[in-house]
């Protein structure tokens, strides 16, 4: 019963739990010397001890005087002043001698004898002088409390007299990996096994955000032995504990069940995806966050539940809404499933005019999503969505400058890609190439959409043997472009090692499990044009209708056994141990809209097509052909 | 002859010679185990050495069939499937069994038998699967090189089966402080003694930017000395050595010249301000910068030279130049001198629809100007500088979400404006009070200007006896205001401990150096006041012209000896050991335009002022009284 009420709570109301239940003070101040105190946070207020400067000194190199006894000196009737007693030698950062109150630069006086100087013009009192104070006076404020301690912050410090500071002590999160499946990531996994590394990224968030944080041993899923990690940890009084999932509902439940023992289960699942079996509770004064065994929900719970928790202890204010945010247009229809506030990660690119941002694969289970996200768009629960084209919020996890210097390359997927990704950024360092695999034809779409820079394609046209120019001719009416060839690519059948099947053409494919691509992309261009060739009906083929998006799905397809052939480039054979029978060799080229060709990024695309280096890297790739790579095919 | 192409060189013609003799390439990798790696930067990029998942695996919790065996399963007609043979029972994350390639949730299943399980729907393939290779396929492209590690980079690497990461080793930064007036921030400066920090700040950047900096003893005043110095660092083989220069000269001389003798000097003179005498050069391999003395020249040189060099070496493209940035608009006219970049210091409040730059102290050895600073205005040498009122582009160093919560306080200045600043930023995380002492009617101008939320005044109306209403009336014409009483304050002369030349009242004035407060302060107008009320003649007080702008600064400077007397709230006298002599009572209110009431930090500074622990807090203070803390005097 009592559970209805702590299942399924929107994140806000989980979140007042949460910090109900911790009472998240900041935490008292410890005292460290000045060269450990960077990143700190102040504990206390830091008030001057000493003056700085703390007597008045000469800001100049020259000569201390009275003021008053320069009066009447000119360029014609210069005044004489006797060393020692009128005109005192100082050094910048000397105190003023007695009787003086101020001073003439070296340069504006002239020696005339042993003991004298002339001067061609009085001064006013001060002059050159940096009073006691000028910077800062004793008992002023120089930093307050819940201050994160900069470089600067070092240097004011330390020049008014201290020499240690009152820092908060850094929250303690102690951390229980869970499930019986886990293994850590030094060991090489076996089917049925999966690496832990969820502790590894949330103590990086911890320590990201100043705590420190313990990661125990993978406890298995044996409620016992739970029991007996989560008091052990208890034991050594953690301000926080983490008690993390495995994949199982199994490890999930004895948390939940624990907590409820122990102490007090407050939410059993929170309306937000991805990360919907988040747990919390309190045992005693220590609070417990269960947090979910897929890792983007396990990160996700980290931004949206730990970090803000951690920033209360260290009296600072912030949570993950304080994120810089932006708005952008999303390419694709954007809706959440009722009652949930749904995070979907995006990229971000600038196309002409507009930000845009490209939603992720949106699985739970897929990190990279996380990796190559730029941000966060929140669908808010009980929303209708946000339609394609439509404005978007997203929480920036990079600065809008690198998404300004972002290059989108949408269109057919070629792992060879991802090495022009590297050479830019090595070699452009701030440049940063992003990519997507929606076939070629898709990428024409999107660039005629203006939602990329650059599209691939290797498209042939059946009646012509030409790769590309009808294409671009009827998906980019209008639109000048210029298609410059990437390289030479061969195509062939992925089979397991062996060729169990036998498959050495395409009258072998209605024999055996395939397993395609999807409309629109270049390979299946080609699978279609030369079934056609041959009368081969792909009603024939068993797992035709069976698509995937990328050269290293379908190759991931036949690797695991779900199918007994597909088609692809080289590389995705090379990629996972398969066999390749070559079919023979295709055209891929970038398509370039005119509009973007100033684009700087775009540029150095272009140029590293030229590039000694990229040309040797990408021709040492089996299966491509540099000879044409670099090469302007049209130019409309 | 030579020295004059080296001086008072262009910044980016200094920076491009420094970046031409260091030739900085990014620097090899090294191997750090992934808890180590965070914030690391990749040296080279991360391809995925297993597939993730590296097996097909079960999404959910169920039982796994072939998803064809499942046709024709209805409400009506549910199909019964064996266990063992056409089920198997799957946990989330366990492998398909052979031959299933389906997964029906737990919660669509009726278990009929022992042997058996009911399904009223059929499934398509793959449903609830998680297909090898989902996130990432074996040879993919994970992270690039020159990529910051952040904890969800963790997460992918560990994923695809690194426990490792090869990441840039750490630039290696000697430095060496010079000159013989420093001493350690552990030790009390005698007069002419100057704690040494700039290590401290170097260092600090050093670190913050991704480097290790080893600092060495300080080294006196002496060419040897300073020349072996100089040797025994580069012994070590540094990346980049930084020799501080002291206050005078001296210091900086001798390493000008030292660099000439050992190798080569580049730049003695950067057209740059604070930070005029940067030295560079280079000794063998090794890339030298000699630092300014001067704090905020030190710091600047810092962010625009050493940090770059270190971005530079991790394959990092971070300048200052990609700090983020804003446009606001100047409270004041900037210029700067010709020949030379000038770096204003700047804090930046929005006040109604403008953002706002306040000027900040421009004096090179005011480190405070930097930890108050929010951002930089660069004025371009040979500009014309900007005008108040014009736009100016400003650096930030903080979020603009920081200064949209910032309260900007103006007028009078009181010191324990520092403690309400304390208390807001502890009882309201995030909120933030900045404040400029420019008189109690700059303040009411300011606030008619719209450069500021709240004034702080104590303006006598010398005819009703009454306290800031007429003059309100008089520069706040037609603007509704709130007037709130901050704190009755007690006024009086400072003097030297003994009062050794008895100051008691008004009348002993023109006995005595007096330092005096600037026209339109409210301890200036109570000043001319009593001195009209008596008949004294201004002209007949010594260093009546010399004015201070706030009481510290007066404190200060009869501190110091500078003069004998001044006046003041009695708090200054404490904060530097003074007599206080007692003229009387005189009430501070805080000026709010209703324009302003409803920023919430506005709201947060009223409410402290009704707070029992703040007015406890402010009526501990010798001098204050708080009988009418929080009195709304006026709301027009």
């Given at each position: ?23 998240p ?18 504990a206390?207020?830091i ?45 910048t ?88 499946e ?22 990086a968030?911890?320590i ?23 008091q ?15 994949s ?42 269960g ?11 980290g931004?949206?539940f ?11 204010d912030?949570?993950v ?13 954007l ?55 439509q ?37 452009y ?11 070629s ?7 005629r ?41 061969e ?27 999807q ?69 891929y ?36 052909d ?11």
């Amino acid at each position: 019963m009592r559970d209805i009420y702590l299942e399924d709570i929107p994140l806000d109301e989980a979140r007042a739990r949460l910090l109900n239940a911790a009472n998240p003070q900041p935490l008292p101040g410890e005292s460290v010397p000045l060269s450990e105190a960077l990143g700190r946070v102040t504990a206390e207020p830091i008030f001057a001890a000493i003056s700085s400067p703390h007597y008045h000194s000469s800001a100049m190199d020259g000569y201390a005087v009275q003021a008053q006894a320069t009066t009447g000196a000119t360029e014609t009737r210069p005044l004489r002043l006797a060393l020692g007693t009128q005109a005192q030698p100082v050094n910048t950062g000397d105190p003023l001698p007695a009787g003086t109150n101020a001073v003439i630069m070296i340069e504006d006086v002239q020696q005339v004898a042993d003991d004298a100087i002339e001067i061609r013009a009085p001064v006013v009192p001060y002059q050159h002088v940096r009073l006691m104070g000028e910077d800062m006076v004793a008992t002023e404020l120089v930093l307050p409390a819940n201050h994160r301690i900069r470089p600067v912050d070092l240097g004011a410090m330390a020049g008014c007299g201290h020499a240690q500071a009152s820092v908060r002590r850094r929250p303690r999160v102690i951390i229980i990996p869970t499930g019986s499946e886990l293994i850590a990531p030094t060991e090489r996994p076996a089917p049925g096994q999966i690496v832990e590394y969820n502790s590894l990224m949330l103590r990086a968030q911890v320590i990201e955000s100043g705590g420190a944080a313990d990661v125990t041993a993978i406890v298995p899923d044996d409620r016992d032995r739970l029991r007996t990690a989560i008091q052990a940890a208890l034991a050594e009084q953690p301000d926080l504990l983490l008690v993390l999932s495995g994949s199982s509902a199994g490890s999930r439940d004895f948390t939940a069940s624990i907590v409820r023992e122990l102490g007090e289960l407050l939410v059993h699942g929170v309306a937000v995806r991805p990360g919907h079996p988040v747990i919390i509770g309190a045992i005693g004064s220590v609070p417990l966050i269960g947090v979910p065994g897929y890792p983007v929900s396990a990160a996700l719970t980290g931004e949206l539940f730990v970090q803000p928790l951690l920033a209360r202890w260290l009296g600072l204010d912030a949570t993950v809404e304080d994120q810089p945010r932006t708005q952008a247009i999303t390419t694709r229809k954007l809706t959440s499933p009722t009652g949930d506030d749904d995070f979907v990660r995006v990229t971000l690119a600038r196309v002409g005019e507009r930000l845009l941002a490209a939603p992720l694969n949106r699985g739970a289970g897929v990190i990279t999503s996380l990796v190559r996200a730029d941000g966060l768009a929140l669908i808010l629960r009980f929303s209708e969505g946000v339609d394609a084209g439509q404005a978007v919020e997203v929480r920036l996890y990079h600065s809008l400058r690198t998404i300004e210097r972002t290059v989108a390359v949408v269109g057919s997927h070629d792992p060879m890609i991802d090495l022009l990704a590297q050479f830019l950024a090595v070699r452009y360092p701030g440049d940063r190439l992003t990519s997507a695999g929606v076939g070629s034809v898709g990428g024409l779409v999107a660039l005629r959409r203006q939602e990329a820079h650059i599209a691939g394609s290797h498209l042939l046209d059946t009646e012509t043997g030409e790769y590309n120019f009808s294409y671009v001719a009827k998906y980019l009416p209008g639109i000048a472009v210029r298609l410059i060839t990437f390289a030479h690519r061969e195509q062939g059948f992925y089979v397991q090692p062996g060729n169990p099947h036998g498959v050495h053409n395409f009258g072998d494919l209605p024999r055996v499990r395939f397993v395609n691509r999807q409309r629109g992309a270049g390979t299946r261009v080609l699978l279609d044009y030369e079934l056609g060739q041959r009368g081969i009906a792909p009603e024939s083929i068993a797992g035709y209708e069976r698509e995937e998006n990328t050269h290293l799905a379908v190759a991931a397809a036949v690797a695991s056994g779900m199918a007994d052939c597909g088609m692809g480039v080289r590389s995705g054979a090379l990629a996972l141990g398969l066999e390749f029978v070559a079919i023979g060799w295709e055209r891929y080229d970038l398509v370039i809209p005119h509009a973007h060709l100033d684009h700087p990024g775009v540029q150095h695309v272009i140029a590293l097509l030229d590039d000694a280096e990229f040309r040797a890297a990408l021709g040492a790739q089996p299966g491509y052909d540099t000879r044409e790579t670099g090469t302007i095919q049209l130019d409309t």
